[in-house]
């Protein structure tokens, strides 16, 4: 299930008082407009991976990307829509990379190692960088409010993607038939939270190996005599 994506706002251009003006932008201004607002998006996503969701600020963000301040407000109105902006861009290209390359994998077992080293994938690259969803967690955990629910809904409609990845597995018959999806998603969700402290924080070597083995380990203790 994929996050709707914020309602785009359409760009209004000062024009001479001609016989023309007050006219709709044309179809090729409203798609250079959202070109430029998406090459903002991107730029932004790439700033908020190191200074987090709240250091990112209209002024920053014309400063990185060249841009006028009164540029960039023009496609955000607010620090609060460019900021859900990127949380819907960051789980998008999340959903890419980590969801669909999944799903090409037969039901079950399969598709849970899937989702899992595709998301270990993911996470080896954000070692260097940072995570929207953890970073933002941290920003946001006591902070109701727009951005919240975006992070939020965000992350529970990928936990709710591996809690139905798991159910499956069980239905295959691949996980014993006792298993509870949310307890076993829970531990490898865990697994991940522990691999950004453990590397990212405290630079332990080999914490990438330990996250995968506690993945195994979960599997064994899953798992069916048959396939664990």
């Known amino acids: 299930m994929s996050i709707a994506s914020v309602s785009a706002k359409l760009i ?24 430029t607002k998406m090459a903002i998006v991107d730029a932004a996503l790439g700033l908020a991976t190191h200074v987090g969701l709240e250091g990112l600020s ?25 900021q859900i902006s990127v949380i819907h861009q960051y789980f998008t290209l999340f959903e890419r990379d980590v969801f669909y390359f999944a799903m090409q994998q037969p039901r079950g077992l399969p598709r849970v190692k899937a989702l899992f080293a595709n998301w270990m994938r993911l996470v080896a690259e ?50 014993r038939a006792d298993v509870d999806e949310q307890q076993m998603a829970f531990e490898i969700h865990g697994l991940i939270l522990a691999l950004h402290y453990e590397a990212r924080f405290l630079k332990k070597p080999a914490s990438i190996a330990r996250a995968n083995k506690g993945f195994e380990n979960i599997l064994v203790r899953y798992g069916t005599p048959s396939v664990s």
């Open 12 to 35: 209004r251009k000062t024009r001479p008082k001609t016989a023309g003006a007050g006219k709709a932008p044309s179809g090729r201004a409203l798609q250079k407009g959202q070109q």
């Open 58 to 82: 209209i002024g920053a963000l014309a400063e990185a990307t060249n841009m006028s301040k009164s540029g960039v407000f023009a496609h955000f109105g607010s620090r609060e829509e460019l």
């Open 126 to 175: 954000e070692i260097q960088a940072g995570c929207i969803f953890i970073s933002g967690a941290v920003e946001f955990d006591d902070r109701p409010g727009p951005v919240r629910d975006a992070l939020a809904t965000s992350v529970q409609t990928w936990l709710d993607a591996m809690d139905r990845a798991i159910v499956m597995a069980r239905d295959c018959g691949h996980l």
